[in-house]
């Protein structure tokens, strides 16, 4: 009858990932506290040791201990036991490797190691040390996956091995991360610690440090340290360490030779030289990695006057030159996964030698007693000799013999196996003095067991004697050093960047370069390099240390640090900023501006709906990812609004003395002060500019910081005519209203305001485009001066030329 049970799904899944996560938290990912060993790495150095592939046997193909471990002990991928063998050879991840091998076993570089088939192994010295006494019934065995063999559940370990060389590993809900040691430290901790069953953390912690890489580097944090050797998790920053050379030239050059543990070296190297390709960092003329035999060697070359300092801090930041390293010491503790401190690790290393060396003592005291049991029999034997050798002869067979033996003179078994099979050279006086000398010197090892098994002084007393042997023919000086305080990472990006006089152009059109001032001398200002219809919104003298922020008619902004422009020949046309900015097809860059970040200038802005604000310049700072994207400069109302102008107002500026005039399309325009406007962040849309009627918008905003009677504006229609007037022609009506007609009204064909401006100078240029394709330049002093009402004069025919339909105004940057 078939029994069949009907159980939920979450009882099934919860009951057989329960399966899988006790299978792979005890017995796949994480080490076991006593060895420090996970179950891949403890089956493949016993498959080694059983095959007698130690240290001082010849190696031997990897291939065939692969084959050997997966068919005895661990049934998974030959990849994963082969790279976990490998892990085990490489010392630049192991601070004491446990396999040795020949051949490719893979680099710091992270490339792979040479297949299996190629490469040749054995047990290091050390490792054996791991085995020792394994033979001698000191640990507990099971069996393997299908029951045709035996493999140990921990190995007796003669050192504390989970701390010298750490581990890594995650399973269900569990991670480990423990680093690696110093063996003579570590030794002296746990001596010191058997000594002192009470010692404080402070005290094991002057006797080992710290972790000690194998690759060196230098450590910050001892508060962080000793956080997390009391509780299992802590974090420290671990540092590379370099040194500086000087070149021949009078340059120099930083040399790194130690790199943080665990971090790829290659792709180290590669992103420092990506930062100084794309000029996130200057002052570097080359970087090269001359890492050979002999050791590592990354090189830094420098350019004359580069701050060392700030290269390096700013490395440490931006690279893995620096990292944390988080602990997260979880071992397997008693069959269950346990966080642990160093105390609890130091002591259960302790319980377990002493486990061994009580089972190893008890398995040699009985062997002795074995012995010592035939010793006596065999001289007992050599005193009545004559006698025994006429039984025997007198003696049916072999067994006739032990019978006869035991019966008349009181052998046991087991000496009268021994008797009978004595060979005749044995009973000469030499041997009967060798038997006797044994006797003595079972009797002596026999006490000093007893003493061993009775005396836990005594026992720990070999413990000491014993791990003191290891650390006199293993230890090695320690790599890594601690530094008490974590070195806080300051990047003053200011420091890293060679100070150099430039000239900085943007185009409206996006085109932005910056050109060496030789490169200027050498040809006429006017020569800049223009596509045919663009125009420059911003040209200066700056230095690379400047920054520059633009606004574009979308309403965005554009951070700029000037040392990472191109450097392009005058002549040329320069970088087009949708090479790395996602620009609408339609959208223009209209206002540049230097940039400072403690500066307490403000931007005005406003839209072509109508909107108008003030944003602090200090708003438009650097952000995560400028290089990529742009910010919000002003939060436009709908996608087809657009930013029509945009002024520096310096902090001096009395906002009650400074005005601006609004100018709609149908010919209003709307005059108030400064103060009047708002103050707000960037990403605000402002507030009310004008009261605009419906299908009107905003095409101008004049500026002026204090209005003089000089102060006068230029307006553009449609039609192709052009008005100058006084300032004071519009009257102060406040913020948000309807304002005053700047055009003569007419029933047919009426004249609506194409662009307004202020006029800074009668030599102000301005250029028209026209519907037909025509440019046309006019000077502000060459326009007539006309009243508020009239319609300005004809500046082209607008039956030839067509509309005009956008007019700029063009910057007087040659005229000096």
């Known amino acids: 009858m078939v029994d069949i049970q009907e159980l939920s799904l979450a009882e099934v899944m919860g009951d057989r ?20 060993l996970k179950p891949v790495q403890r089956r493949i150095l016993y498959a080694m040791y059983r095959e007698g592939n130690t240290s001082n046997s010849n190696f031997r193909k990897a291939a065939k201990t692969v084959g050997n471990v997966i068919g005895n002990y661990h049934p998974h991928g030959d990849i994963s036991v082969y790279d976990a063998m490998v892990r085990m050879s490489q010392e630049w991840k192991n601070r004491e490797v446990l396999i040795e091998m020949h051949g490719n076993n893979g680099s710091m570089d992270g490339d792979p190691a040479a297949a299996m088939r190629y490469t040749e192994a054995r047990l290091s010295k050390i490792a054996d040390e791991l085995l020792h006494d394994l033979d001698k019934d000191t640990v507990e065995y099971m069996l393997n996956f299908d029951d045709t063999e035996e493999e140990p559940t921990v190995l007796p370990a003669g050192f504390p091995n989970l701390l010298v060389n750490g581990a890594s590993g995650i399973s269900a809900g569990y991670a480990t991360e423990i680093p690696t040691h110093n063996l003579g430290e570590v030794i002296d901790a746990t001596t010191y610690l058997i000594d002192h ?68 070296k290659s792709n180290l190297v590669r992103r420092m030289d990506e930062l100084r390709l794309d000029h996130s960092v200057d002052g570097i003329s080359e970087i090269r990695d001359e890492s050979d035999r002999n050791g590592l060697r990354i090189v830094i070359e420098l350019k004359k006057e580069a701050n060392i300092d700030a290269i390096l801090q700013y490395f440490y930041k931006n690279t893995d030159l ?52 035939i010793v006596d029999g065999l001289i007992k034997a050599v005193s009545i000799l004559d006698e025994i050798i006429t039984t025997i002869r007198n003696s049916k067979n072999k ?24 060979q005749l050279y044995r009973l000469t006086n030499t041997d009967i003095k060798s038997l006797q000398d044994e006797r003595l010197d079972l009797n002596e090892d026999l006490a000093r067991f007893h003493t061993i098994l009775s005396d836990e002084k005594a026992l720990f007393k070999l413990m000491k004697q014993e791990l003191k042997t290891i650390k006199t023919n293993y230890a090695s000086p320690r790599r890594t050093s601690i530094e008490a305080e974590i070195e806080e990472v300051v990047v003053e990006k200011q420091l890293l960047i060679p100070v150099e006089d430039a000239m900085v152009t943007v185009t409206r059109n996006g085109y932005i370069k910056r050109s060496s001032l030789r490169s200027f001398g050498a040809s006429k200002p006017e020569e800049v390099g223009l596509r045919e219809g663009d125009q420059l919104v911003y040209m200066a003298e ?9 606004i574009t008619s979308k309403g965005n902004y554009i951070y700029q640090p000037v040392y990472e422009l191109q450097e392009i020949r005058w002549k040329d046309l320069g970088e087009h900023a949708s090479q790395r900015l996602p620009l609408q097809a339609d959208e223009r860059i209209i206002f540049v501006t230097p940039y400072l970040e403690d500066s307490q200038a403000k931007l005005l802005l406003a839209s072509q709906e109508g909107m108008i604000k003030q944003t602090p310049l200090a708003d438009f700072k650097s952000f995560r990812g400028y290089k990529k994207k742009m910010a ?29 005039i609004l100018f709609s399309k149908f010919g209003f325009a709307l005059r108030y002060s400064l103060g009047e406007i708002s103050t707000v962040g960037s990403r605000a849309k402002g507030v009310k500019s004008i009261n605009l009627k419906a299908g009107d918008q905003v095409v101008g905003l004049a500026y002026q910081n204090q209005v003089n009677d000089q102060a006068q504006v230029i307006v553009f229609t449609q039609r192709g005519h052009v008005k ?17 007609q700047v055009l003569k009204t007419l029933k047919t064909k009426p004249h609506y305001l194409v662009a307004a401006y202020q006029i800074d100078n009668l030599k102000d240029r301005y ?21 508020r009402t009239s319609n300005g004069s004809a500046l082209i025919d607008e039956t030839i030329h067509g509309q005009v339909i956008l007019v700029t105004k063009l910057l007087n940057l040659f005229d000096h």
Do not use: C
């Open 724 to 740: 100058r007037m006084n300032w004071e022609e519009i009257s102060v009506l406040g913020r948000a209203k309807r304002g005053l």
């Open 632 to 660: 919000l400069a002003m939060n436009l109302q709908s996608p087809s609004d657009q930013v029509i102008q945009v002024y520096r107002i310096e902090d001096q500026v009395d906002p009650d003395q400074a005005q601006v």
């Open 542 to 550: 700056m230095q690379t240390t400047d920054n520059l922020i633009m």
């Open 399 to 422: 067994a006739d013999a032990k019978k006869n033996l035991a019966n008349q003179f009181e052998f046991s078994e087991v000496q009268a196996e021994a008797i009978v099979s004595l």
């Open 17 to 36: 990932f329960g399966r899988y996560s006790k299978y792979i938290i005890q017995d796949r990912a994480l080490p076991d506290i006593r060895d420090g």
């Open 767 to 787: 250029q028209a485009y026209t519907s037909q394709g025509d440019l046309l330049t006019l000077m502000a002093g060459d326009v007539n001066l006309a009243n």
């Open 322 to 373: 620096q990292v944390n390293y988080n602990f997260n010491m979880v071992a397997i503790n008693q069959q269950r996964p346990e966080q642990v401190g160093l105390r609890a690790m130091l002591q259960a290393f302790i319980d377990h030698r002493a486990e061994i060396i009580r089972r190893r003592t008890s398995f040699d005291r009985n062997k002795a007693q074995r012995r010592l049991h």
């Open 197 to 264: 069953p009470q010692a404080s953390l402070d005290k094991l912690l002057s006797l080992m440090p710290g972790p000690d890489f194998p690759t060196g580097a230098v450590i910050q944090g001892q508060a962080e340290l000793k956080k997390a050797y009391e509780t299992g998790r802590g974090r420290v920053v671990v540092r590379s360490r370099h040194e500086l050379e000087s070149l021949r030239s009078g340059r120099q050059q930083i040399v790194i030779n130690e790199i943080p543990f665990e971090v790829n």
